[in-house]
């Protein structure tokens, strides 16, 4: 009798035991479901947030949109941004400054709306040869270095008209040059670009395009050259009697080489190049560099971009009033050898929190260079991006500009900025 009941306890004891590994086993395959039902979760609030946005973008389109007399759309796009910012001594007097100044002033502080831009863009059916046109044209409020009054004069920034084909596109355009396609993320420098005189070259030139497209659409090869229009007489003080030609011809190339991984990620590196002579008192003055600019997103909340350039005779592509050349007597003029660039790493914290930390650097040829010249330019900077609505962005934005001159030594200044930017 104990021996039937010895057996009956350990029959009762294996059906136990099988029956927990059963209850482990469905657990085991709930919280794989789980897993599972938050990841998609997840991935619905993406793609409500990116419906909600496209609804608004919708709604706004159909109020901003209007006919051209032959009855083709044409659409109010732009940015109304407020900026509330502080500037420690060594600002310049300016409101945005590139570089620290030699002299330091008072601190100053003001709020200001004039780095709003207006634009249109007008998107037309197929034409020549199947081509496509489109068209399109940004201003802003930026001209002069301070805000003197309530109504700024209104200021051409860029604009194209282009024609475009399954492979290849032709563009007239007022751009940023051919090389240097990128600006780091800031509602702080929207009149001139973020890191201007610290290795972002940026000064907007007239220009017509070419750009042939090899490849698919996940990899290829686009293949750009432009000839382009320089703007001389910006950023270099030529003492008299020399005299300057304003504007020369200039030819340009970018060939940026990508692979899509997905529908986010991809790596995308151009090397370029930027060719032209500027004429200084009848001197012929070389300027010439070698670029290459990048994107890489290979992680989700990961993004890294930039440049980098080595060349001379630089400063009239917005080098911050860094000198191109310097003319050390009749006849006697020579480029300014120069290298720098930038870099920003961005990453989302939150669905609608973006941090983006940034900075460059521009170093001139001490040796080409006037004795109170500047030497190097340096801007770090760190911002926080947070979209309160769809097309809302609040910025909390800290910056350190470090300037080293030949006669003076280094000066820094600091600046922060709190912006509300709307787009639309």
């Known amino acids: 009798m104990l021996l039937a009941a010895g057996v009956a306890l350990c029959q009762d004891a294996g059906e136990i035991l099988k029956r927990l590994d059963r209850l482990e086993a469905e657990n085991e395959s709930l919280r794989r479901q789980i897993g599972e039902l938050r990841q998609q979760v997840e991935r619905l609030r993406g793609v409500e947030e990116r419906v909600e946005i496209q609804e608004r973008r919708v709604d706004e389109q159909a109020q901003t949109k209007v006919e051209a007399s032959e009855k083709f759309p044409v659409r109010l796009r732009g940015m109304l941004v407020t900026n509330l910012f502080h500037n420690s001594p060594h600002a310049g007097g300016v409101d945005v400054p590139v570089a620290a100044s030699r002299v330091a002033g008072r601190r100053a502080a003001g709020l200001a709306i004039r780095q709003s831009i207006i634009g249109l863009e007008y998107r037309g059916p197929a034409t020549l040869w199947g081509g496509r046109v489109d068209a399109a044209v940004a201003m802003d409020f930026f ?38 396609p990128r600006d780091p993320n800031s509602f702080s420098y929207v009149g001139i670009s973020p890191l201007t005189g610290s290795g972002n070259l940026w000064r907007w030139t007239q220009q017509v395009r070419f750009e042939q497209r090899f490849g698919s659409e996940t990899t290829g090869l686009r293949a750009q050259a432009a000839v382009a229009q320089t703007t001389e007489d910006v950023g270099t003080s030529v003492p008299p009697p020399v005299t300057l030609e304003r504007r020369r011809p200039a030819l340009q190339g970018r060939f940026a080489l990508f692979h899509k991984l997905d529908g986010e990620r991809m790596i995308e590196v151009a090397p370029s190049f930027h060719v032209s002579t500027t004429h200084a008192g009848g001197v012929p003055v070389n300027s010439s560099l070698l670029a290459v600019d990048w994107f890489a997103s290979v992680w989700p909340r990961l993004q890294f971009s930039g440049m980098y350039f080595h060349g001379e005779n630089v400063g009239h592509f917005g080098g911050g009033g860094r000198q191109g050349f310097t003319v050390r007597g009749p006849g006697n003029i020579i480029a300014v050898k120069a290298q720098g660039g930038w870099g920003q790493v961005s990453t989302p914290l939150t669905p609608r929190v973006t941090l983006n930390v940034f900075g460059g650097m521009h170093d001139s040829r001490n040796r080409d260079l006037l004795a109170n010249g500047l030497s190097v330019n340096r801007t770090g900077a760190a911002n926080v991006m947070v979209r309160i609505a769809p097309n809302v962005f609040v910025t909390m934005e800290a910056m350190q500009l470090r300037s080293t001159y030949l006669d003076a030594g280094g000066r820094k200044n600091n600046r922060y900025d709190l912006s509300l930017a709307y787009l639309f």
Do not use: A, I, Y
């Open 143 to 180: 001209e002069g270095t301070t805000e003197v009054n309530n109504l700024p004069p209104l200021r051409m920034r860029t604009g194209h008209v282009g024609l475009h084909w399954e492979t290849r596109s032709l563009t007239l355009s007022l751009d940023k040059p051919l090389f240097s």
